[in-house]
């Protein structure tokens, strides 16, 4: 089992900075990326910004230049630094994290945290 505990989310008003972060934890062999995703009230989830583990980045159109995904490797933490935040960025912020438990192909796993809300007043 891979756990993801998220953190970092709160109220802010537009413009200000915050950054989430998502450590992942559990039987975990090798990471094949982590990523950020949300959802806001009515709508589908959808990706905010994704990390590979070589390193490759992508972002939605609406959050580049704003937004940056890392890593700290060592801590099997991924964090999402979001600048100049807008109303339309109000949502709930989910970590997703894909990888192997072992050597075996067949031990893929997709996990998923348990979300945090991110709120900005206009």
């Known amino acids: 089992q891979v756990q993801l505990v998220e953190s970092g989310g709160g109220l802010v008003q537009a413009g200000v900075t915050l950054r989430l972060s998502c450590a992942a934890s559990?039987?975990?062999?090798?990471?094949?990326?982590m990523g950020w995703y949300r959802q806001a009230p009515g709508k589908q989830r959808e990706l905010v910004a994704s990390?590979?583990?070589?390193?490759?980045?992508n972002y939605a159109e609406t959050v580049k230049g704003r937004f940056t995904i890392s890593r700290d490797n060592a801590l099997r933490t991924v964090y999402l630094q979001m600048n100049s935040l807008k109303p339309e960025d109000t949502a709930v912020y989910y970590c997703?994290?894909?990888?192997?438990?072992?050597?075996?192909?067949?031990?893929?796993?997709?996990?998923w945290g348990q979300g945090t809300q991110v709120t900005v007043s206009s």
């Open positions: 997703n994290a894909r990888g192997y438990h072992s050597s075996s192909t067949f031990s893929a796993f997709d996990a």
């Open positions: 990390l590979t583990s070589g390193g490759t980045t």
């Open positions: 559990g039987t975990i062999f090798t990471m094949v990326g």
